[in-house]
């Protein structure tokens, strides 16, 4: 009997955390609040998604465990809706969808990214973000890629109402591949000029080298944004 209870309290403990391996979504997964999560490897790459969302697929009302693996990964049109990501692994999400592709994320929040929240991969696709919110430290709030197989661009951040705790930079563009970050209403912790970097250019490559920084810039065409859209609190 004993041993039936602890197995009992075994699968509710396995079920609260959700499945262990990838769930993909091509309509829409309310998840109602609960947790889900897989296991992280670090830092590495290839790691797989805690949900894989299809073209034209909603995810929405999800709290992804803490080292839970490479978060969620957007194959095209997609919308992430009031998620928390209690501590990210790698990335909280990667955009992999490509030309006229957006990813919208609307609310919801992210903890503690050692690297970037936000990752975008997919050429000539649109990450907007409105709404949401960073607790914790974190590397970047996004980055376009700098450095992916067949790379280029232009990858576009429409980026707006949202509210970061602590940062080394906000949002980091290709500009010589034609990359925008517009920047809108975005408040930062204690915030002063320069600390953090919001919109830093970077001169992007292919597979195999490492992009270079350019440097933080105030209304350029890839850094669309002014010292008024920014504001301490």
Same mark, same amino acid.
């Given at each position: 009997?004993?041993?039936?209870?602890?197995?009992?309290?075994?699968?509710?403990?396995?079920?609260?955390?959700?499945?262990?391996?990838?769930?993909?979504?091509?309509?829409?997964?309310?998840?109602?609040?609960?947790?889900?999560?897989?296991?992280?490897?670090? /830092?590495?790459?290839?790691?797989?998604?805690?949900?894989?969302?299809?073209?034209?697929?909603?995810?929405?009302?999800?709290?992804?465990?803490?080292?839970?693996?490479?978060?969620?990964?957007?194959?095209?049109?997609?919308?992430?809706?009031?998620?928390?990501?209690?501590?990210?692994?790698?990335?909280?999400?990667?955009?992999?969808?490509?030309?006229?592709?957006?990813?919208?994320?609307?609310?919801?929040?992210?903890?503690?990214?050692?690297?970037?929240?936000?990752?975008?991969?997919?050429?000539?696709?649109?990450?907007?973000?409105?709404?949401?919110?960073?607790?914790? /430290?974190?590397?970047?709030?996004?980055?376009?890629?700098?450095?992916?197989? /067949?790379?280029?661009?232009?990858?576009?951040?429409?980026?707006?109402?949202?509210?970061?705790?602590?940062?080394?930079?906000?949002?980091?563009?290709?500009?010589?591949?034609?990359?925008?970050?517009?920047?809108?209403?975005?408040?930062?912790?204690?915030?002063?000029?320069?600390?953090?970097?919001?919109?830093?250019?970077?001169?992007?490559?292919?597979?195999?080298?490492?992009?270079?920084?350019?440097?933080?810039?105030?209304?350029?065409?890839?850094?669309?944004?002014?010292?008024?859209?920014?504001?301490?609190?």
């Amino acid at each position: 009997m004993k041993t039936l209870r602890a197995l009992a309290a075994l699968a509710l403990s396995c079920a609260a955390l959700g499945a262990s391996a990838t769930t993909t979504v091509t309509g829409t997964f309310d998840g109602g609040g609960k947790s889900y999560g897989t296991s992280c490897a670090g /830092s590495s790459e290839s790691q797989q998604p805690v949900f894989l969302l299809k073209d034209g697929a909603t995810l929405r009302n999800v709290v992804i465990t803490k080292n839970a693996a490479d978060g969620v990964h957007c194959e095209g049109n997609c919308n992430i809706e009031n998620v928390v990501w209690q501590d990210v692994c790698e990335d909280a999400a990667t955009m992999k969808g490509g030309s006229g592709k957006i990813m919208r994320v609307r609310g919801g929040s992210a903890a503690n990214a050692s690297d970037k929240v936000f990752q975008h991969n997919g050429k000539g696709s649109t990450i907007s973000i409105d709404g949401f919110q960073t607790k914790g /430290s974190i590397g970047k709030l996004y980055r376009s890629c700098g450095n992916c197989e /067949s790379n280029g661009g232009p990858r576009r951040l429409n980026l707006a109402n949202t509210k970061i705790e602590k940062a080394s930079e906000v949002a980091g563009v290709n500009a010589n591949f034609g990359d925008v970050a517009t920047i809108r209403t975005l408040q930062i912790k204690g915030y002063k000029a320069g600390s953090p970097k919001v919109c830093v250019e970077y001169k992007g490559v292919q597979k195999g080298s490492e992009s270079t920084k350019v440097g933080e810039k105030w209304g350029t065409t890839a850094c669309n944004v002014r010292t008024s859209d920014v504001k301490a609190y």
